[in-house]
């Protein structure tokens, strides 16, 4: 029997964890279908672990198209042809022309739709299509390619993730048309229910998938930390988020736990646009010897295996696929209390969810630090809880037919 034909559709291969959460179908995935991976723009650390039996697709359309900025028309005279400069002017001007009418985001909307009908379609027919991310992803398989089955995943608390709930117009319009809305939560489900009310039949929960086995092979290899320190060990690991991961928060955290005279070291793994502002924020707060940025490690789980505490201080996520990964190697947790955590933790029991206030995250990581019996309770229940959900495969996989 002819393996089916899959197209999945990414913007760019970022760190995070969406980037992860696929990496992860893929290896589960690869070898029972015949995977073309487009990826509207090349780049991201993760884009080498892509498995060599995806066939990945990338910059269909030029690079100059990502930024509609009119202040960019002469030096893209100079490096494109004169027909494809011409285009260029006239997407430049909707651009231009939705951000005077409706601001920021109304010119992103116009930019999502430009972009899902000016990429050159892929020319051949798919069983199925799978946008991995929303906005122009979702818009581009459902204008441009030929599938029997057409999938659009959505990574957020919809409601609640600005990022998201900012394309709900242009969403209204295309999120009918495609065959099945997935999402990575039950938090997640609901919010869709609630904003696309008549949409529900579409809505299903496939979550992230979590392999345990490959999270501890891999943090039994690799680097670590490589200093003499002696002292608790606090990390984090995310994108420069300041907002919605809480990096605002972290900073102002560790200037209390030093202030509280807490013998700590704080590690960062992640990296992102906004570093210099972090940098900035870390040396405002006098805390560069104790906030330490790691960037980004495509192996980030030695880290995780040898610190003392995790620690998660975001304001919105979906469901964090770092988390499980955390729960994967049983590190004591301190976690904010978004909507969603409550799918993935028990307060008391498997992780302590602090309120969305710096002071209560302090406080609950001054108790993990001086309560080694808190910590191993934690440690003792991550270990007995079941982390892993392959199984998920087999959802993900209904959804193909």
């Given at each position: 029997m002819k393996a089916k034909e899959l197209l999945f559709v990414m913007d760019t291969f970022p760190l995070g964890g969406i980037t992860k959460s696929l990496l992860a179908l893929f290896s589960q995935i690869e070898g029972d279908y015949n995977i073309d991976f487009l990826l509207m723009r090349k780049e991201g650390l993760f884009v080498p672990l892509i498995p060599s039996s995806v066939n990945v697709i990338s910059d269909l359309l030029p690079v100059e198209f990502r930024n509609p900025h009119p202040k960019e028309v002469f030096r893209n005279l100079t490096k494109m042809q004169f027909r494809q400069w011409m285009k260029?002017?006239?997407?430049?001007?909707?651009?231009?022309?939705?951000?005077?009418?409706?601001?920021?985001?109304?010119?992103?909307?116009?930019?999502?739709?430009?972009?899902?009908?000016?990429?050159?379609?892929?020319?051949k027919k798919y069983d199925a299509a799978i946008a991995y991310q929303g906005g122009r992803c979702i818009y581009y398989i459902l204008e441009q390619i030929d599938a029997k089955v057409k999938i659009g995943y959505v990574h957020n608390d919809y409601s609640?993730?600005?990022?998201?709930?900012?394309?709900?117009?242009?969403?209204?319009?295309?999120?009918?048309?495609?065959?099945?809305?997935?999402?990575?939560?039950?938090?997640?489900?609901?919010?869709?229910?609630?904003?696309f009310p008549d949409l529900k039949d579409k809505c299903c929960v496939v979550e992230n998938i979590c392999s345990p086995k490959f999270i501890k092979q891999s943090a039994a290899k690799?680097?670590?930390?490589?200093?003499?320190?002696?002292?608790?060990?606090?990390?984090?690991?995310?994108?420069?988020?300041?907002?919605?991961?809480?990096?605002?928060?972290?900073?102002?955290?560790?200037?209390?736990?030093?202030?509280?005279?807490?013998?700590?070291?704080w590690y960062f793994l992640g990296e992102g646009n906004q570093r210099p502002k972090v940098e900035e924020m870390i040396r405002d707060a006098g805390i560069e010897d104790l906030f330490i940025l790691m960037g980004a490690k495509v192996n980030p789980y030695p880290y995780i295996a040898d610190a003392d505490i995790y620690v998660q201080p975001s304001r919105v996520e979906g469901k964090s696929v770092a988390l499980d990964e955390v729960k994967a190697l049983s590190k004591p947790i301190v976690v904010t209390n978004f909507p969603s955590v409550y799918d993935q933790f028990t307060d008391e029991k498997t992780a302590l969810i602090a309120k969305m206030d710096p002071s209560d995250i302090a406080d609950k990581i001054i108790r993990l630090i001086n309560e080694p019996e808190t910590r191993q309770k934690l440690i003792n229940n991550l270990k007995a809880e079941k982390v892993g959900n392959e199984e998920q495969v087999q959802i993900f996989e209904s959804l193909l037919q």
């Open positions: 260029w002017v006239n997407y430049s001007l909707i651009c231009s022309i939705a951000r005077l009418k409706g601001g920021q985001i109304a010119m992103v909307n116009a930019m999502d739709m430009w972009i899902a009908k000016n990429t050159p379609c892929i020319n609640n993730c600005a990022v998201d709930f900012n394309m709900k117009p242009v969403d209204s319009l295309y999120f009918p048309k495609l065959d099945h809305i997935v999402t990575i939560s039950d938090i997640c489900l609901n919010s869709l229910y609630y904003e690799g680097e670590s930390f490589n200093d003499d320190y002696k002292g608790c060990r606090l990390v984090t690991m995310g994108r420069f988020d300041i907002w919605q991961k809480g990096i605002d928060w972290a900073v102002e955290i560790a200037k209390k736990l030093k202030t509280h005279r807490v013998d700590f070291k």
